[in-house]
């Protein structure tokens, strides 16, 4: 939370320590003459003019704001924690003065925890499935006398012979309480059903949690169902399930427990057993690395006995492609799978995979997976074994993706990441040049200080501020981009001159007054040219270097 509440931070707010040119352990004194020199200096009613006047308002208005919160000590811990973010968290005024920064930031934490709640109390985070089966065996398997016999030429009958839909929302009763609400539709050959289930699992403690379901059906009838999950062991948990299922031809009772274990970083192993209309027993090895996933199963049990091995290898690209494959072999036959998935924009994933298997036949699996909504579409090709099914469906598809990535996709996401970088320039000017306004209308404020300070130092051979630059400074045979991405600074720093010194925190320099930053994002650094005592100086200070003169080692020697 405080991680994220810190990058807001550094992006989008002011810098009250910079803007007051004050250490960030500045004592309260330090903080009220800083405080009074700016009054004095953005004060209103000092300027008639009434766009100089609607200026110094502003910048008087920022500066008491800045001074208000470094002066209180309640809201200066909180600033200094959290960032101007952090008093905007509604709570602080009940929270009581007088506490420690731990225990500033436990309260904080609180705070953000009542605040996610209310957010949750929002949020119903929908997931839903559509599959299509679609049945193109005619393609392949196909007999000319059988096509001669019928209208229309012998052209092959694909047909759509199930479907099946599902949805499910979550409604967050309390932040350890969630209610699911689920339902499906399925249909297949023109015979169908559906299914409602309701969903309460409340979570016990950091250890577990526990789920009720309740179902109805017009296929299978009512269900009652209890789960149970439970962390054993640092690197061992326990999921307990059983259920009732009230159905036309009776009671159907079912249990299941399964139990995994860590057998070290990247490797679990999983034991299953489950007792009801499908029987079995389960013993599966995951490993799942950075760039691999491996999983082993063996299953004992009725009617399906099967041993399973799937790979899957992870480039590290960044559209996140993989690649797989599995073999699959039990009582029902073998069936080969391969495939690939691959990122194709910033929500959505789309994969293939071809099911390959006796007696099965050959099936293209076409899958996409957009933010929680997955749509299936499975292509049944052929119920025998045939090479020219095997190949269509592994080149088909791959030529087809092809084309529509080259065609389609490419062209897409490249428009819309040019047109997200130009929104990103727009805005990014828009703010440079706000800031910009805002450090000319502060150099405008200055000028009469700049002059009086100024006569005063020449009066006594002080410290005068001849020339000043901040930004990012290039090579000489740049100097197009360096005016492009520097700026002068000698007003402002010779208005913070005061008796014949100049002393610049570790703040970044863009927060003092008259300054902004030329080039977000960039190194940058401070460069003077001074005079004192009638002697020439120079110094280069980094963006967040402290500094302070008249110093002897920016002394230039002359000539001889």
């Given amino acids: ?307 399973m091995l799937s790979y899957q290898y992870k480039f590290q690209d960044e559209d996140q492609t993989k690649v797989k494959g599995s073999v699959k072999t039990g009582w029902f036959g073998t069936v080969v799978e391969y495939g690939a998935e691959r990122k194709i924009s910033r929500h959505s994933v789309l994969s293939g995979t071809v099911s390959v298997g006796v007696p099965q036949g050959v099936t293209l699996k076409i899958k996409l997976s957009r933010a929680s909504q997955t749509y299936l579409f499975p292509i049944h090709l052929t119920d025998q074994l045939l090479p020219s099914a095997v190949f269509y469906a592994t080149v088909g598809p791959l030529l087809i993706y092809m084309a529509v990535h080259r065609l389609i996709i490419i062209p897409y996401t490249r428009a819309q990441k040019e047109e997200e970088l130009e929104l990103q320039r727009k805005s990014s000017a828009t703010d440079i040049a706000k800031k910009k306004q805002e450090a000319e209308s502060a150099v405008l404020l200055m000028q009469e200080s700049v002059r009086r300070i100024i006569e005063a130092e020449e009066s006594k051979m002080g410290l005068i501020i001849l020339n000043a630059w901040y930004g990012k400074f290039v090579s000489d045979t740049s100097q197009k981009q360096e005016k492009a991405k520097v700026i002068d600074v000698t007003v402002p720093l010779q208005c913070l001159v005061k008796d014949s010194k100049l002393i610049l925190t570790e703040s970044s320099k863009a927060g003092l007054p008259g300054f902004y930053d030329p080039c977000v994002g960039e190194e940058k650094s401070l460069k003077l040219l001074y005079q004192f005592r009638g002697v020439m100086h120079q110094v280069i200070s980094a963006d967040t270097e402290p500094l302070r003169i008249p110093k002897q080692s920016h002394r230039i020697e002359s000539e001889s």
Wanted: charged share 25%; hydrophobic share 30%; net charge negative.
């Fill in 1 to 307: 939370m405080a991680a994220s509440l810190d990058d807001d931070f550094e992006s989008n707010n002011q810098d009250y320590y910079s803007l007051l040119n004050v250490r960030k352990e500045a004592t309260l004194e330090e903080l009220k003459a800083s405080y009074r020199r700016l009054c004095m200096l953005y004060h209103p009613d000092k300027h008639r003019d009434p766009e100089l006047k609607s200026q110094a308002e502003q910048l008087f208005n920022q500066v008491h704001q800045a001074y208000e919160v470094l002066s209180d000590e309640h809201s200066r811990a909180i600033y200094d924690i959290f960032g101007k973010k952090g008093l905007e968290v509604e709570g602080w005024e009940v929270v009581e003065r007088k506490r420690t920064p731990a225990e500033i930031r436990e309260e904080y934490e609180r705070l953000q925890r009542e605040r996610e709640d209310r957010r949750l109390q929002q949020r119903t985070n929908p997931k839903g499935t559509i599959s299509v089966g679609v049945d193109a065996t005619d393609l392949f398997d196909r007999y000319d006398e059988d096509f001669e016999e019928m209208p229309g030429g012998g052209f092959p009958h694909i047909e759509i012979n199930k479907m099946h839909i599902s949805q499910s929302i979550e409604a967050p009763l309390t932040n350890s309480d969630t209610a699911v609400l689920s339902g499906s539709l399925s249909t297949h050959n023109g015979n169908g059903g559906g299914s409602i289930n309701m969903t309460v699992r409340r979570v016990t403690s950091a250890k577990g949690w526990g789920e009720l379901e309740l179902g109805a059906g017009d296929i299978l009838g009512p269900l009652i169902g209890l789960k149970i999950f439970r962390n054993l062991t640092p690197r061992c948990f326990l999921t307990a399930q059983c259920g009732l299922q009230f159905s036309p031809r009776g009671l159907r009772p079912s249990c299941s427990l399964m139990t995994a274990r860590h057998l070290d970083q990247n490797t679990m192993g999983y034991l299953q057993w489950r007792w009801g209309p499908n029987s079995a027993m389960t013993t599966s090895v995951v490993r799942d690395t950075k760039s691999s996933h491996f999983t082993l199963a063996l299953q004992l049990g009725v009617p399906h006995s099967y041993l």
